[in-house]
């Protein structure tokens, strides 16, 4: 019988307990859709159904490329425990690849054992039915900011990457992480640039993450009516530089200010395409964000 995506070690606790964003992506890569989540589903699924470097699993790699960013990868790789330093692309398949051979999951861990501090046998602990030493040490991820900090995204207060979701992003990492306040605070000036990290720089008394995060939301917040941002993404048009997967997530970081239908923000981007009448009606058959790119 197939093993389950439970059955993995430390998945099941990820999946049940990790940050609601992550693993809706993961469910989205797994299922093809990201507007919803279903955890006991993710729970039972058994991984993709082809081999890998099958021209299935590299049209899967390229697909993920093209409908999730780095920072959501990343996010979904902190989830199962897997190293996210890389490239987008790098990023992609080393997922891609976990979940098609769970058996992969060992060794694209970041693991270290832990070391006990007594090394004197008589210390151990001793299971009375055997006389065996007890359980051995669980393994712990050890991953520094270093080691993640490509797939970080910046915040620099100057465009249209809002602040209230570079602070959901960020904290859903160091949840994941598990970082301390002081961590939360080093790692976060470490992630600001431009106009952010100078109005940060002019600032004093900020002893610990949750006064960083006041004042950056107190500075940078926007608030935008829905009524101005179905406006915005009415005006916002498909530049001749731009790829359609490019346009396509710009269009969706600028609903992501406020509570925009998918449906409505896909007739927002067909909209703003210049292109041909019949391939326009044709994209108005998508339903959803991965819909869209395969039309």
């Known amino acids: 019988m197939a093993r389950t995506l439970q059955e993995v070690e430390l998945c099941d606790d990820a999946i049940k307990n990790g940050p609601y964003a992550s693993v809706r992506t993961l469910?989205?890569?797994a299922f093809d859709d990201?507007?919803?989540l279903n955890r006991?589903?993710?729970?039972q699924w058994t991984g993709?159904?082809?081999?890998?470097a099958s021209d299935d699993f590299n049209e899967k790699v390229?697909?993920?490329?093209q409908n999730f960013t780095i920072a959501e990868l990343c996010g979904v790789g902190l989830l199962l425990g897997l190293n996210c330093v890389g490239t987008h692309q790098e990023v992609a398949e080393r997922i891609c690849s976990v979940l098609t051979d769970f058996d992969l999951f060992t060794q694209e861990r970041v693991v270290q054992e832990q070391e006990s501090e007594d090394e004197d046998d008589e210390d151990d602990p001793v299971d009375s039915d055997d006389g065996r030493a007890g359980a051995a040490a669980v393994p712990t991820f050890t991953m520094s900011f270093r080691d993640i900090e490509d797939s970080v995204r910046t915040f620099s207060g100057d465009d249209n990457y809002a602040i209230e979701t570079w602070v959901a992003d960020f904290e859903d990492i160091a949840k994941l992480m598990k970082w301390s306040e002081l961590q939360r605070q080093v790692f976060a000036k470490k992630s600001l640039t431009g106009l952010a990290k100078l109005f940060i720089q002019s600032q004093r008394n900020l002893g610990t993450w949750k006064d960083l995060k006041r004042r950056l939301l107190s500075e940078f917040s926007k608030k935008v009516s829905t009524a101005e941002l179905h406006r915005m993404l009415n005006n916002r048009k498909m530049k001749k530089e731009e790829s359609l997967q490019e346009y396509l997530l710009k269009m969706r970081e600028?609903?992501?200010k406020g509570q925009i239908e998918e449906e409505s923000v896909i007739e927002y981007v067909i909209q703003g395409i210049n292109d041909d009448p019949?391939?326009?009606?044709l994209l108005y058959?998508?339903?959803t964000y991965v819909d869209l790119t395969f039309q």
């Open 27 to 29: 469910y989205g890569l």
């Open 34 to 36: 990201g507007s919803r």
């Open 40 to 43: 006991k589903k993710l729970c």
């Open 48 to 52: 993709f159904p082809f081999e890998i």
């Open 62 to 65: 390229d697909e993920v490329v």
């Open 254 to 256: 600028l609903a992501s």
């Open 278 to 281: 019949e391939h326009k009606f």
């Open 285 to 287: 058959e998508a339903k």
